[in-house]
């Protein structure tokens, strides 16, 4: 995936004036805080689709 991830909100103070952040990729930076952040993605959950006896999927 090329494009980035972008923010609707600032996570610390909820305003909508972000703009992208010149330290790096998925940096963002909120014009009402003054304050800097990154999205990261942290990895799949274990829970999630499993295969239930009968051949259907089952939400555990």
Known sequence: MSERAAPFHCPYCGDEDLRPSEQG????ECGACNRAFQLKFLGLLSRGLTRADHGGDERI
């Open 25 to 28: 990729h998925g940096a963002w």
